[in-house]
């Protein structure tokens, strides 16, 4: 595609519920970033992949937090058991490896409500 | 952990007056870049400084990377109303592919 997309571009859950966030990278980008960001705040490195493997998940605030990406492409950010406090944007970047820590391009986001 | 700061949070200025914004790590950088993100938008790539002590221009913008590489800085000349939006650093430790994220710098531009 022509950019990053995140599917939903807005989710309201109930607090304790499961939710997946989608995310395409730009074709042919191997690394791939999950990034969250609350209000007024920058974003939050939450992991890295590059390829198929989470190369650092050291972003993840807690095991309710997981993320895939089976095929090295689409990746989904899965939040088990929502609680308000993950009521914030989840951005995702791609970004083409090989050139020396290359430039991120990012999705829209999908906002996270939790009530 | 490393921590990346920037000042101002807030700016206010008046069109055609200049802008700068400073970011801070509290460790050595590989290389920094910036982005700007508009209200209700999602970051944009600006530019990747790696050398120290270099210095980039895009028409009215200015990038400075420090000498040390632990600071950087974005220079607006002449700000126009375009310019609105929320400017970021983002670091990257060698060794590593985790960018952190500057704090931002809010810039308004007064008509």
């Known amino acids: 595609g022509a950019g990053v997309s995140q599917t939903p571009s807005n989710k309201v859950t109930e607090k304790g519920k499961y939710v997946e966030l989608r995310c395409d990278p730009i074709?042919?980008?191997?690394?791939l970033y999950w990034y969250r960001q609350s209000l007024g705040q920058g974003p939050e490195f939450l992991i890295y992949?590059?390829?198929?493997?989470?190369?650092?998940d050291s972003g993840l605030p807690n095991d309710r937090f997981f993320a895939v990406r089976p095929e090295g492409s689409v990746s989904t950010l899965k939040i088990q058991r929502t609680e308000r406090g993950d009521s914030a944007v989840y951005l995702c970047?791609?970004?083409?490896?090989?050139?020396?820590?290359?430039?991120?391009?990012f999705g829209q986001g999908t906002r996270l409500t939790v009530v | 952990g490393q921590q990346v700061m920037q000042i101002p949070q807030y700016q206010h200025v008046q069109e055609g007056e200049d802008f700068t914004t400073y970011c801070n790590s509290s460790?050595?950088?590989?290389?920094i870049q910036w982005y700007k993100q508009r209200p209700g938008g999602h970051p944009v790539f600006l530019i990747q400084?790696?050398?120290?002590?270099e210095v980039k221009k895009q028409k009215r913008l200015t990038f400075q990377f420090g000498e040390a590489k632990k600071n950087s800085s974005l220079h607006i000349t002449a700000t126009q109303t375009t310019d609105v939006g929320t400017y970021f650093c983002?670091?990257?430790?060698?060794?590593?592919?985790?960018?952190?994220f500057g704090t931002g710098t809010r810039l308004k531009v007064l008509a």
């Open positions: 400084l790696v050398k120290s002590g």
């Open positions: 970047a791609s970004s083409l490896m090989g050139t020396g820590a290359p430039e991120a391009f």
């Open positions: 983002a670091g990257l430790n060698s060794g590593t592919y985790k960018y952190i």
């Open positions: 074709s042919g980008h191997t690394a």
């Open positions: 460790t050595t950088l590989s290389n």
């Open positions: 992949f590059q390829g198929t493997g989470a190369a650092d």
